[in-house]
């Protein structure tokens, strides 16, 4: 199985290289449903692929399923109104018990307590983590109760069409953009590509193909703001949390956050996607040495490096 996760990009820079030494026959299936509006705008993209590229227009065959199944339209708004609240509940009890986490860390108080804080600190984030996840999960049952995708003929028809196109694919390339919409189409559309077809994702495309999509920002607006899980991924990566633009948006010089980040999603390699990264998986998903990753100690190392 062939997966490689790219960092932010223009295309010339890796991706056309990356899928032009893949070799592979046939057309290449890409994936540009992030740029919402603009997917249709992948001239340079088409440029790099040497006219092999074959858009899967999932944002347009979305567009066509709101505007011929007013049955399921109506469901999903309602779905997307109840995940909105959903969300803004987790937000709000995750940052409380971040804030208490990263409050009592920076407090002098002696070592063996301020470890077991921690832990039960840590313990309480991933609770909520969990709590979200299977809440997500029991409202997409809830939509699939009240529009069952097998019964709507349009999205059926742009499966059955988004299919044909992928078992005629040499590769399959996922573009980045606004990660929530590219999952919500990759989703209902069912692209899940089998372990033969070579996969090759930036950005947004690399963190939608993992098991738990991560949002995070910890220089905006507002200074740092608690990392909240958005979904679940494809699960084509599994057992990372892809972060692009890390250089931009994570504090790397304050361990106490790496820390908190890495020692939350315990289990799964934080896998750091800056510019121009290149990251080529194992036949099961693994990280390969040299990757860039957040160690356990909050400071940023390599797989095979780290201490």
Not at 110 to 116: K, L, N, Q, T
Not at 273 to 286: K, M, N
């Amino acid at each position: 199985m062939t997966t490689i996760l790219l960092g932010p990009q223009r295309f010339r820079t890796t991706a056309g290289t990356v899928v032009r030494s893949l070799e592979v026959e046939g057309s290449i299936a890409t994936v540009t449903a992030g740029w919402q509006d603009r997917e249709g705008d992948d001239s340079e993209l088409v440029e790099v692929l040497d006219g092999r590229s074959h858009n899967l227009d999932l944002y347009k065959r979305l567009t066509d399923v709101l505007d011929t199944d007013p049955h399921f339209a109506a469901a999903a708004l309602a779905h997307r109104d109840a995940v909105d609240e959903l969300a803004g509940i987790y937000s709000q009890r995750l940052q409380h018990a971040l804030d208490s986490v990263y409050a009592v860390q920076r407090r002098a108080v002696r070592a063996d307590i301020a470890d077991a804080a921690f832990t039960d600190g840590i313990t309480e984030v991933r609770a909520i983590d969990s709590w979200f996840l299977a809440t997500l999960g029991q409202l997409y049952g809830e939509l699939e109760m009240a529009a069952p995708i097998g019964q709507s003929e349009p999205v059926q028809r742009h499966r059955g069409e988004v299919a044909g196109i992928l078992r005629s694919a040499g590769a399959l390339v996922i573009a980045g953009g606004h990660v929530g919409l590219l999952l919500r189409c990759l989703k209902l559309f069912d692209v899940i590509p089998p372990a033969e077809l070579p996969v090759v994702a930036w950005s947004a495309g690399a963190m939608a193909l993992t098991d738990r999509v991560v949002l995070y920002n910890d220089r905006g607006p507002r200074g740092v703001v608690g990392s909240e899980v958005w979904d679940r991924g494809l699960g084509r990566a599994p057992g990372i949390v892809a972060m692009p633009h890390a250089r931009r948006r994570l504090r790397i010089d304050d361990p106490l956050v790496l820390r908190v980040l890495v020692r939350r999603f315990a289990g799964a390699r934080c896998l750091l996607l800056d510019d121009g990264a290149r990251v080529d998986l194992g036949p099961e998903g693994e990280l390969p040495d040299g990757a860039r990753v957040i160690s356990d100690y909050g400071t940023i190392g390599t797989v095979g490096g780290l201490p």
